[in-house]
């Protein structure tokens, strides 16, 4: 690669070298909040290096390079950890109930048609809205799209588990239609 590949270089190593010190923040006896926000800034800054060199390619450049290093770093630290002293539990907490006791079917169905259907529909709207946004800042149709088909698998994921961790129906809905509020932004085809 030539010099003008530098900027790719020096995204995958801040990629590679935000895992490290995540990696490290992670093993300290105690939570450390500065380890743990250079890592994430190591890894947004990669991020943003790659995206003003070469726009979506760059960024699944450097992406592919900090996921690289993230599975090594797991792979060794998976490798290298001792032998739990305790054995796992064998109880399922939670998943279903005694029996004779309710099942609340209508409830846990209530719940996967808001996570699943719904949370779909509103890590597409986000990834529309973010395609508008694109097209409005003049990243170009090709950067605008794949930025839009990264925001949809992602906010769906973040958005699953984030509705999934709400301990009362009130919260689950709240949080979904505060996502929602892209839909005009779809409605209206701003961006397209």
């Given at each position: 690669?030539?010099?003008?590949?530098?900027?790719?270089?020096?995204?995958?190593?801040?990629?590679?070298?935000?895992?490290?010190?995540?990696?490290?923040?992670?093993?300290?006896?105690?939570?450390?909040?500065?380890?743990?926000?250079?890592?994430?800034?190591?890894?947004?800054?990669?991020?943003?290096?790659?995206?003003?060199h070469s726009g979506?390619?760059?960024?699944?450049?450097?992406?592919?390079?900090?996921?690289?290093?993230?599975?090594?770093?797991?792979?060794?630290?998976?490798?290298?950890?001792?032998?739990?002293?305790?054995?796992?539990?064998?109880?399922?907490?939670?998943?279903?109930?005694?029996?004779?006791?309710?099942?609340?079917?209508?409830?846990?169905?209530?719940?996967?048609?808001?996570?699943?259907?719904?949370?779909?529909?509103?890590?597409?709207?986000?990834?529309?809205?973010?395609?508008?946004?694109?097209?409005?800042?003049?990243?170009?149709?090709?950067?605008?799209?794949?930025?839009?088909?990264?925001?949809?698998?992602?906010?769906?994921?973040?958005?699953?588990?984030?509705?999934?961790?709400?301990?009362?129906?009130?919260?689950?809905?709240?949080?979904?239609?505060?996502?929602?509020?892209c839909a005009p932004?779809?409605?209206?085809?701003?961006?397209?």
């Amino acid at each position: 690669m030539g010099s003008g590949a530098l900027p790719l270089w020096i995204a995958g190593l801040l990629g590679a070298g935000g895992v490290g010190v995540l990696r490290h923040a992670w093993s300290l006896p105690q939570r450390s909040p500065g380890w743990n926000a250079a890592g994430w800034l190591a890894i947004a800054a990669a991020v943003v290096v790659a995206w003003g060199h070469s726009g979506a390619w760059g960024v699944s450049v450097a992406a592919l390079v900090t996921t690289t290093a993230a599975f090594v770093a797991l792979g060794v630290a998976g490798a290298t950890a001792p032998r739990g002293r305790a054995a796992s539990s064998n109880r399922r907490a939670g998943m279903l109930p005694q029996p004779g006791e309710p099942r609340h079917l209508a409830r846990r169905l209530g719940t996967f048609a808001i996570v699943m259907p719904l949370g779909f529909a509103v890590a597409l709207l986000l990834g529309l809205a973010t395609r508008g946004l694109g097209m409005a800042l003049g990243w170009g149709e090709a950067n605008a799209n794949v930025a839009a088909l990264f925001v949809v698998p992602l906010g769906w994921a973040v958005l699953a588990t984030v509705l999934l961790m709400q301990t009362r129906r009130m919260q689950l809905l709240t949080m979904a239609g505060c996502a929602i509020l892209c839909a005009p932004l779809m409605l209206t085809g701003w961006g397209s």
